[in-house]
């Protein structure tokens, strides 16, 4: 079995290597091919180095084979999944989309707001000439998307390729972990039922060996220490109020919808600073590649779960398993098609939600109709995802602006143009569907 991974000169490649290895007595990989530009190359061969060495000290040395190659055509032949976790213009483009929506009073993020707005219309191009190139050259693998924003990236595979795809989030499962952790149980012993869309999505319900356990979850403090603590500004009554009131857990990433004055503050207040998550990533990683070249380290360093993205190989490595295992189905949090599983959102809308995984198919469980508290909030994001996929596409300006002023946190038509303007011009490099 060959596994490619598209941008795999990324930080995180060594997680997801150490998740194969660990897995490879029942989920047995002969080959995994690292793929980059030439940006990335650098990266690339440090990257390829430890995971080498990785490989030796797990004694797999001549059972996996693993290949860095700048030829992605070359790397997609004969593949069985394709993993694609790239970012155009790297980490000074993450920074302007964190930056650039601050002076309109709009919080910057990378997936979330105008910032996963300017990052979705430069991934989306690309992603979809990987599925063509999939098409041609794998037409039977499957992709994993983790390319972020992952949801409105997988909508656009979704409804312009006929390539076998799934988006996947650590979201789910760092929150299934932190419930278990709460309760002292083992996570297995725990489902989680998830609505809505990648990022904006909630827990409605917790089951402990089959027994409902929602309420006893929402009570407790630890839960809304672990869903605010990044932001003291909200304080921990206010938030616990809300998930009382809701009788759900949100995502954290509902924080900069439900506090959207609060969690501004904080990234202005960071910003006055000269600081911002991207620096501190680029920092980060400086220090994470000194580690990847050294030619004494042969596992993945504990300095990596500071980077974010915790738990991504068991995840993925959870849904590779799950498709090519013939034994019971499987369970996996995963953005797919809607069908019917929400009734209240478009058949070919792309959600995240529990889904069944057997056979080499993907069957997502309904959660049913998505509680008013939050129904109106999700219908209105899902616009904007369709919009921006639209203009993604067509480099329709036209519908880029109108994606802006129906995302939530942009409030009102002179602000969507000002900044769809800046976001084109600041991008413009990467953006030629616009020209």
């Not at 302007?96 to 002076?103: G, H, R, S, T």
């Amino acid at each position: 079995m060959k596994i490619t991974v598209i941008g795999g000169g990324s930080s995180y490649t060594p997680e997801l290597i150490g998740g194969i290895l660990e897995n490879y007595h029942s989920f047995p990989v002969s080959e995994i091919c690292l793929v980059d530009i030439e940006a990335g190359d650098a990266k690339q061969s440090a990257v390829a180095g430890l995971c080498r060495r990785m490989i030796r000290k797990a004694g797999l040395d001549g059972k996996v084979k693993l290949a860095a190659t700048l030829d992605r055509r070359a790397a997609l032949s004969g593949a069985a999944f394709v993993i694609s976790q790239f970012r155009a213009g790297g980490l000074a483009t993450r920074e302007k989309d964190e930056l650039l929506p601050l002076p309109y009073g709009i919080v910057g993020q990378e997936t979330t707001g105008p910032g996963g707005f300017a990052a979705a219309l430069r991934h989306i191009p690309l992603a979809l000439e990987l599925a063509a190139d999939m098409e041609r050259l794998c037409p039977d693998a499957f992709l994993i998307n983790f390319t972020n924003p992952s949801g409105i990236i997988t909508e656009a595979l979704q409804r312009q390729s006929p390539v076998k795809c799934a988006g996947l989030c650590n979201i789910p499962l760092t929150m299934q972990k932190m419930m278990a952790a709460f309760l002292d149980a083992a996570p297995e012993r725990l489902e989680l039922i998830f609505t809505g869309l990648n990022h904006l999505s909630w827990v409605t319900r917790v089951l402990l060996d089959g027994s409902d356990v929602t309420g006893r979850i929402l009570s407790a403090p630890e839960t809304a220490l672990f869903w605010a603590h990044d932001f003291p500004e909200i304080g921990l009554e206010e938030a616990r109020m809300l998930l009382q009131s809701l009788g759900a857990l949100p995502s954290p990433y509902l924080l900069y919808y439900y506090f959207p004055e609060q969690t501004f503050a904080a990234a202005k207040k960071k910003a006055g600073e000269g600081k911002n998550r991207a620096r501190e990533v680029i920092a980060l990683e400086e220090e994470l590649f000194q580690l990847y070249r050294d030619p004494a380290v042969d596992e993945k360093p504990d300095l990596l779960s500071r980077r974010g993205g915790a738990f991504y190989s068991e995840t993925a490595v959870s849904l590779m398993r799950a498709l090519c295992g013939s034994g019971s189905a499987k369970q996996v949090v995963l953005n797919v098609k809607n069908g019917s599983a929400i009734p209240d959102l478009p058949a070919n809308a792309v959600i995240e939600t529990n889904c069944l995984i057997g056979g080499g198919k993907i069957r997502p469980l309904s959660p049913g109709p998505l509680p008013v508290a939050f129904r109106g909030l999700v219908q209105q994001v899902k616009a904007y995802e369709q919009l921006t996929v639209e203009a993604a596409v067509s480099g329709d300006k036209n519908a880029a602006y109108l994606a802006l002023l129906n995302h939530p946190l942009v409030r009102g038509a002179g602000p969507a143009r000002a900044l769809l303007d800046e976001i084109l011009k600041e991008n413009a490099p990467y953006l030629p569907q616009f020209r």
